[in-house]
């Protein structure tokens, strides 16, 4: 908001206030504060009697603090009102943007807590385009959402309203990650009362919380500090392993991701097997693992294995045509 027109104002309202009270001093030998005194009861225009009676060059004085006090004081409240009522209006008119596109939100993620957690699970939705809205109350990380055009919540995402606003009975998932493990089971259990088949993934601060946020309804639990404990670990043993998992998942310059597709009962795939899919010479893509509906799962299957309906094949290959497979696979 651009303030330079009250910066001005006022400095023209002080130097009239200065210009009256030394003025005064010099023309009608008041003291500092009395000549003060008559400024402001001037410019204000209260209808007190004078300090004391005025001459001809005290009268002259008094008409210039009259005709420029009351008209820069009447402009200065002014922009004063303005500036309060144009920023009342916008964030009125913000929120009120922001909560239309967020109940226009279809399957979509709602991450709760911003921290160093959420943020990260945050970008790397964002820079897949996964639709997503965040719940956040600490005023500094919702700062941050701001500036980076983020739709967030400024609530408490234990509550069921919350969730509600964020689009739970639309959402394709529930990502709870704030700091307390204790909101992460309370967060879990009230949507899935509210849900019962939202997919939740929580974070858990250690081990010992894994089964209480399971008991509660979380479908998958990680806690950052033993994944990454682990990880280290296992660039310790398999280096190698781990540089090919890191430049198939994480690195875009080569080109070569990992992704899973569903395939539907509308599916072409359904009911043919890896050989008559021809999903490698159609596509280019290596078929690493297929999961079952049952929850089985067939790691490099043989080109006999037949695809069901509810089937979740994983698979490897360049970006684009695995985006291509998704779209024909439906």
Known sequence: MDYS?????????????????FGYVLVEDMVLFEAFYMTLITISTVGFSEVKP?????????????????SLLTYTLGQVARIF????????????????????????YIVCGYGRIGAIIVHELRAEKIPLVVIEQNPAQIEELESENILYLGMD??????????????????????????????????AKELRPDIFILARASGVSSESKLLRAGASRVV??????????AEILQKPTVIDFLDQTMMNSD???????????????LTEKTVMT?????????????IKKLSGEMIFNPGPGEQFDAGDVIVVIGEKEKLQKMTKAIG
């Open 277 to 289: 899919s021809k999903l490698k010479q159609n596509f280019g893509v290596m078929i690493v693992a």
């Open 85 to 108: 009522v144009e920023g009342e209006l916008r964030i009125i008119l913000g929120r009120r943007k922001l909560e239309k596109q967020i109940a226009a939100l279809k399957d979509h």
């Open 54 to 70: 005025l001459s001809y060059m005290g009268r002259l004085i008094t008409i210039v603090i009259i005709v420029w006090g009351i």
């Open 254 to 268: 080569i080109g070569l991701a990992m992704e899973e597709a569903i395939i539907t009962e509308e599916s072409f």
């Open 223 to 232: 806690c950052p500090y033993q994944m990454g404990a682990k990880r280290m």
């Open 5 to 21: 027109k009250l910066k001005i104002s006022l400095f023209l309202l002080f130097a009239t206030v200065a210009f009256g009270t």
């Open 157 to 190: 995402a234990t509550s069921d309203e919350t969730l509600i606003s964020a689009g739970l009975q639309s959402a394709r998932g529930l990502v709870t990650a704030v700091s307390s493990d204790a909101d992460n089971v309370f967060i879990a259990l009230s």
